[in-house]
Nanobody, 123 residues
Framework: QVQLVESGGGLVQAGGSLTLSCAAS????????MGWFRQAPGKEREFVAA????????YYADSLKGRFTISRDNAKNTVYLQMNSLKPEDTAVYFC????????????????WGQGTQVTVSS
């Protein structure tokens, strides 16, 4: 079992940056691939980025490549999402998740979820 707690959300102006953190508790964080998803009001939860257990493989939603960067520190049991050049359409609740099995870009592949952190980008 893995418990996940996101932090780092907030209000930022368009063009600004934020770094989200997701701290994991429980054993064997390093054995889980991790992902970030987001959900805007009235929309379905969508894939943002994912990183393999060792960090050797990384995936991004096509629309976010070049602006968002996922990373992890297995010694700190933490996964990060660096978000640059933020746009109002990036406004959403951001969730981190630990993968069970399956393709990392697919929401159903994730077994454990955090409670989410709100990111609001003002124009």
């Amino acid at each position: 079992q893995v418990q996940l707690v996101e932090s780092g959300g907030g209000l930022v102006q368009a063009g600004g940056s934020l770094t989200l953190s997701c701290a994991a508790s429980g054993r064997s964080f390093r054995n889980y691939a991790m992902g970030w998803f987001r959900q805007a009001p009235g929309k379905e939860r969508e894939f943002v980025a994912a990183i393999s257990e060792s960090g050797g493989s990384i995936y991004y939603a096509d629309s976010l490549k070049g602006r968002f960067t996922i990373s992890r520190d297995n010694a700190k049991n933490t996964v990060y999402l660096q978000m640059n050049s933020l746009k109002p359409e990036d406004t959403a609740v951001y969730f981190c998740a630990a993968a069970g099995s399956g393709r990392l870009v697919v929401i159903d592949s994730y077994a454990y979820w955090g409670q989410g952190t709100q990111v609001t980008v003002s124009s």
